[in-house]
């Protein structure tokens, strides 16, 4: 079982640019959750996804952030014309059942906006 | 990967009593955090300690580290039954300015009984 797997692990992007986050979940896990980690700050809750259902947005930015987990494929976290303040450390948990139990993280992915 | 080890993984106290779990690292790290999870929702960040801080304090919560032996405690003092959680150290690792990101040990499960 290879983990959470996050990919890019790190993505530079001029202002104004998309950045496309992706994360695979651990096999057999069908609960996805996002979170943001400011520079030397601690890790933020966005969103939590289950398969093609977007259960909990509550930590989402109202405008230019979007996340979706197909049917098929990786969780997608979109961010749409990127600012300087989205830099940050995304990280993704995926977990078998619901809710956040027995969650495993990624390792994140490094997004600098330049 | 989970670098962090919490000790202990299950911890039963009566109500006022104090709570302390150990997190131990392997490498060097820009600073420590602690969070705690309920059942059924997401990581809430507690406290961060850097590297050049030896103790920090919020509320009822204590956290020291010890750079030397790559270990740090979380002390809950006057336990409520609303402390019971999940707890889990995470570390940011000093990577040279890379971006290692986070990396999570598997928890200390607290059950505070009234």
């Known amino acids: 079982n290879a983990g959470v797997m996050q990919n890019p692990r790190h993505l530079v992007r001029r202002r104004g640019q998309e950045a496309r986050l992706r994360c695979s979940p651990m096999?057999?896990?069908?609960?996805v959750y996002w979170y943001r980690q400011l520079p030397e700050e601690g890790l933020k809750f966005m969103v939590y996804?289950?398969?093609?259902?977007?259960?909990?947005e509550s930590g989402m930015p109202k405008e230019r952030f979007s996340a979706e987990f197909p049917k098929e494929g990786p969780s997608i976290l979109r961010i749409q014309q990127v600012v300087r303040g989205d830099s940050a450390a995304y990280f993704c948990?995926?977990?078998?059942?619901?809710?956040?139990?027995?969650?495993?993280f990624g390792q994140g992915t490094r997004l600098t906006v330049v | 990967s989970q670098q962090g080890e919490e000790d202990p993984q299950a911890l039963s106290i009566q109500e006022g009593e104090n709570a302390t779990m150990n997190c131990s690292y392997k490498?060097?790290?820009?600073?420590l955090q602690w969070y705690r999870q309920n059942s059924g929702r997401g990581l809430v960040h507690l406290i961060l300690?850097?590297?050049?801080?030896r103790e920090k304090h919020s509320g009822r919560l204590r956290v020291t580290l010890d750079t030397s032996k790559k270990s740090s405690s979380l002390l809950i003092t006057a336990s409520r039954a609303a402390d019971t959680a999940s707890y889990f150290c995470?570390?940011?690792?000093?990577?040279?300015?890379?971006?290692?990101?986070?990396?999570f040990g598997k928890g200390t499960h607290l059950i505070i009984q009234p």
């Open positions: 490498t060097s790290i820009n600073n």
């Open positions: 096999k057999g896990h069908s609960h």
């Open positions: 995470a570390t940011d690792p000093d990577s040279g300015g890379g971006a290692d990101g986070l990396t």
């Open positions: 300690i850097r590297s050049n801080e």
């Open positions: 996804l289950q398969k093609e259902n977007i259960i909990d």
């Open positions: 948990a995926s977990s078998p059942t619901g809710y956040f139990a027995e969650a495993f």
